[in-house]
């Protein structure tokens, strides 16, 4: 185990009943980063964050904390703590009893409790909040207290089951800074799950995608979204034009009746494909000048850019993000470079994505 890890899971199972709800699952989580667990409701994501808290019991595998085997070592003996979607803050105490309730069980006493919660308030700037009442709380400020409960025990570890979800757009976005800026600056592991793409995309140093009770594909938030493995995880992060082709050769694959340059390789001559490009990669022009004609079928304004969705020749159906504005009906080219096609085969693991890439790299990188 790398001197970095502080989590391992190891062939980690959870089955309920007949239900197995987390598959052979195995992944380190590394000292000091921020980690997002991202998939949809019912893939294993807060069962992950519960097995790591030892809220519930693995049936099957090894989870380790610092090297050490934890499967039986109980939530208080773990030096790991978790903020719930809900907050589960206790109504009828302050702001400072809330903060102060790990430290009151550990006994500790009354003078360094409060300099333990006078710090933890000013580290999330909620100064002279101390004897509020959490019903005259906001959501985000709620939110700060159930962060400042969690790290006034000094975790090594902090869990975020959702804590985002109840807020609006415009605080939502705020917290996401706030919760990055926090991490970077305290230097401890968050592991933060959701499932809005973008916040994982914005906040996190690693993200584990997650589908049926297991990890699709792990890498950085540039790596998942310019390499997706398969479909699954290009639909999941970000938009995307998924149109199905065929691998001609090395760097060369065809997709809406042309031949085109690509970066890709490693697969079968002629093996049937599917091809992304990002609606953020594909530039107006004219037909004439285009890689592909395509005609508009609608627009739609976003405020940044309009979002504008036309077909080609082959029924393929293309959407473009763009600032300039479009004439639904007309006959419109695509423009895009070879680095903007990303080729990949069906169903792809993310073990056999990897021992591919390695047959058409040269000294570590694409070519």
């Known amino acids: 185990m790398a001197e970095n890890t502080i989590i391992r899971f190891e062939d980690v199972s959870k089955r309920y009943d007949e239900m197995e ?30 097995l790591i808290a030892g809220f519930t019991d693995a049936t099957n595998g090894d989870i380790l904390i610092d090297g050490k085997k934890v499967n039986d070592v109980p939530p208080n003996k773990r030096k790991v703590n978790t903020v719930f979607q809900d907050y589960a803050l206790f109504p009828h105490m302050n702001v400072f009893e809330n903060i102060a309730f790990g430290l009151r069980i550990k006994k500790m006493n009354q003078k360094t409790i409060e300099q333990k919660v006078s710090e933890a308030l000013r580290m999330m700037r909620l100064e002279g909040y101390a004897n509020r009442d959490i019903s005259e709380m906001s959501g985000g400020q709620r939110q700060r207290v159930a962060i400042a409960r969690a790290l ?88 995307s034009n998924i149109v199905e082709g065929t691998m001609v050769e090395d760097y060369r694959v065809a997709f809406g009746g042309k031949v085109f340059e690509c970066v890709d390789g490693g697969m079968r001559p002629n093996e049937r494909v599917e091809v992304v490009v990002r609606p953020e990669d594909l530039i107006l022009t004219s037909p004439g000048r285009g890689n592909l004609v395509v005609k508009i079928d609608t627009q739609l304004f976003r405020g940044v850019h309009y979002e504008i969705i036309g077909y080609d020749e082959e029924g393929n159906e293309w959407m473009v993000h763009s600032t300039r504005r479009a004439i639904v009906g007309e006959q419109v080219g695509l423009s895009f470079e070879p680095q903007d096609i990303h080729v990949m085969r069906f169903d792809e693991t993310e073990e056999e994505f990897d021992a591919r890439i390695e047959t058409y790299t040269e000294e570590g990188e694409r070519v």
């Open 21 to 50: 709800v987390l598959k052979s699952v195995s992944f380190d989580i590394e000292r000091g980063k921020f980690y997002t667990l991202l998939g949809p409701s019912g893939c294993g994501k807060t069962t992950i964050l519960n």
């Open 152 to 239: 006034v025990n000094e975790p090594d570890v902090l869990l975020l089951d959702e804590p985002l979800s109840a807020l609006d757009l415009k605080l939502r976005t705020e917290m996401q800074y706030e919760l990055r800026e926090l991490q970077q600056r305290l230097g401890i592991t968050f592991i933060f799950v959701t499932h809005d793409q973008e916040e994982a995309l914005a906040m996190s140093d690693e993200i584990f995608v997650m589908k049926e009770g297991e990890i699709v594909q792990s890498g950085t938030p540039v790596d998942i979204y310019d390499e997706p493995i398969n479909r699954y995880v290009a639909d999941f992060i970000g938009e």
